[in-house]
């Protein structure tokens, strides 16, 4: 199986799921990359001195990595480093200039001189996901599978408008999104109508909870920012 076909079977998982499916894709993408840098890259130079460079990882990826299996002793190592560098960059003595002056250089030298590691990572990974979604958007599989989708989230959605490489492939987005937020913004308004107490008494069913995955939509899928 090529990575083309792992990356769309994956894909077609991913649309079983409530959310945009690049998404999801990607936390799962994340979390693995951040496990495995614990197991075998907590003890690379280059692992390590990107992270020092970038102060460590974004606040998302950082506590995203403390949900992860086995990471006690990776994580206790690299923030010992991140730390210890922190220590030594920041220790400049006054030497008489004023205060403002000596807190500006300190924190010049905080400042990170990289990205956080994970979200170069997740960007190009995100950017394989969008391709073969564009790809294969024309594929009768997938498109069944998106069907059942509340749609690409804004941040997904301007990216593969970004990637898109022809005509066809921008109409199929175009047309995919466009229904996929229509149906959502139906389920919203049956959502708000039942929220009346005249009908309150119906019950909710699939549009219970559109308000969490127009969130997602909107906004993104929980952690992955």
């Known amino acids: 199986m090529t990575k083309k076909d792992h990356l769309y079977s994956e894909l077609l998982d991913a649309c079983g799921k409530s959310g945009c499916p690049v998404c999801h894709l990607s936390l799962a993408f994340t979390r693995d990359y951040l496990e495995r840098t614990m197991y075998e890259g907590v003890n690379d130079p280059g692992v390590r001195a990107a992270l020092r460079e970038a102060r460590g990882y974004c606040n998302p990826h950082a506590w995203l990595l403390t949900e992860g299996h086995g990471v006690v002793l990776g994580t206790a190592i690299i923030q010992r480093d991140i730390l210890e560098t922190v220590v030594g960059i920041t220790d400049i003595a006054p030497r008489g200039r004023p205060v403002r002056r000596h807190a500006a250089e300190i924190l010049e030298r905080l400042q990170p001189a990289g990205r956080c590691p994970a979200c170069v990572h997740q960007r190009q990974f995100e950017d394989r996901a969008i391709h073969t979604l564009l790809k294969y958007l024309g594929d009768e599989q997938l498109a069944t599978t998106l069907e059942e989708t509340s749609g690409l989230c804004l941040a997904h ?19 995919f999104q466009q229904e996929a937020l229509q149906g959502l913004c139906e389920e919203l308004t049956e959502l708000i109508r039942k929220h009346d107490y005249r009908y309150a008494d119906e019950g909710f069913h699939e549009e219970g909870d559109s308000w969490l995955r127009a969130t997602g939509i909107v906004s993104g899928e929980r952690g992955i920012r």
């Open 157 to 175: 959605f301007s990216r593969a408008l970004e990637l898109v490489e022809d005509s066809d492939q921008l109409k199929g987005l175009q047309r």
